[in-house]
């Protein structure tokens, strides 16, 4: 009983966590877009993408109000982007996305990552090429169709569409529709599936590696540490690698 106790109670915090650093990851995603081209999701494609993905990960309606008017305040603080890119032991390429008020700070950090992981901060260009850049929607599957979505978006650029599961916070299990496109078709699909009204749960331009590297045992588990200590800092956004 207290084992399954502890079992449960780990896996809810490990779920807390993730949601903290959701709300965290799309706060300064709805700071960037409001700054860039104002708070008007009808006319900002970026701030609606955000918005949208604020609903994905049920980050609660006055959060995300909240983070609007806080960055239509000449008092917010400005979040650049930064990408840096290295490598993990054995050989495990790796992409973190940021965005940060102090970029020194940051940088600071992500070299301390990688020098106590066993890893190296590489320079622009030395781990990026190992990645290419897609346009990834995620979907809620209840009532589509799979093979007829495909041929619906097609037109618009769809690559890939395939079927998904995943857990929520509260541990139930979803369905999801994945689809997958190029880089450059990313704005066009958007388009396309708000226009079918479909009810998309995520939209993200993510590294999609190319080739991947297959560890075990204490290898797997010196990566999987060093991929964390990226994760659980405030100032990244997102981690690529190439860890099959």
Known sequence: MGRAFEFRKGR???????????FTRIGREI???VKESGANP????????????????NMPKDRVEAAIKR?????EKDYTEVVYEGYAPHGVAIVIETATDNPTRTVANVRMYFNRGNGALGTAGSS??????????KLAAEGLDLDELELELIDAGAEEVYADQE??????VKDYIVVETAFTDFGQMQKALEEKGL????AQLQRVANTTVHLEGDELEEVMN??????????VQAVYHTLG
């Open 226 to 235: 060093l991929i964390e200590k990226f994760e659980e800092d405030d100032d």
């Open 31 to 33: 700071v960037m877009a």
């Open 12 to 22: 809810k915090m490990k779920r807390w966590d993730r949601m903290s650093k959701d």
């Open 71 to 75: 960055a239509s305040s000449k008092e």
């Open 42 to 57: 009808d006319t900002n494609s970026r701030l609606r993408t955000a918005m949208q993905n604020a609903k994905g990960v």
């Open 199 to 202: 009810n998309v749960v995520s």
């Open 167 to 172: 857990e929520d916070e509260h541990g139930a």
């Open 128 to 137: 990026d090429y190992t990645f290419t850049r897609k346009g990834v929607f």
